[in-house]
């Protein structure tokens, strides 16, 4: 079982502009996106795990921008803005997926469904994160990650608290 990899701080890249480091920031965010999660060969539950491509924002995978940016409900990608706290954690996702029988970690559940969706939650609880997967026909698309907030919380403890009743 390895460690959870370090935070990739902003404050770890060259440069005298901040627009400079931040170009040079998010192209080396995108590279351990890269590395982890397309390029990764994650599995779950002995299933492959994909994420989108399409469509393609900012010459970057769908995806990526999806789990890099603030949430805002009905805006899309091009319209939201970076979140350094999601950013930092880049290298989590692929580690939280990797490690998932590492119970003192990371506590992995389905959720209640979302409209036809079968989500499950890949959550490192006492680091506040989560990595969520729906479930599809042979593989499983990685829908998003991110840090957890309150409301958040409240969810996944519902979520775990039901998912452990029922499956013992």
């Given amino acids: 079982m390895s460690e959870l990899p370090d935070l990739f701080e902003f404050d770890s890249i060259e440069g005298n502009e901040f627009q400079e480091r931040w170009d040079k920031y ?12 397309p390029s990764g060969k994650l599995s779950f539950r ?8 399409r469509p ?20 899309s990608e091009d319209d939201r803005t970076p979140d350094f706290e999601r950013c930092k ?29 079968k989500p499950w939650a890949i959550w490192l609880y006492k680091r506040d994160y989560v990595i969520i997967l729906w479930e599809r026909n042979g593989y499983y698309l990685l829908k998003t990650a ?6 958040k919380r409240r969810e996944l403890v519902r979520d775990w608290n039901n998912f452990k009743t029922i499956n013992g």
């Fill in 26 to 37: 998010i192209e080396a965010v995108y590279k351990r996106f890269l590395k982890g999660v």
């Fill in 46 to 53: 002995g299933q492959k795990i994909s994420c989108q491509y």
């Fill in 56 to 75: 393609e924002t900012h010459g970057k995978h769908f995806a990526f921008w999806h789990m890099m940016q603030e949430s805002y409900l009905g805006k």
């Fill in 89 to 117: 954690r880049v290298d989590w996702i692929s580690w939280g997926i990797q490690n998932v029988d590492n119970a003192e970690e990371v506590r992995v559940f389905r959720q209640r469904p979302r409209g036809r969706e």
């Fill in 146 to 151: 991110f840090p957890v907030r309150s409301g």
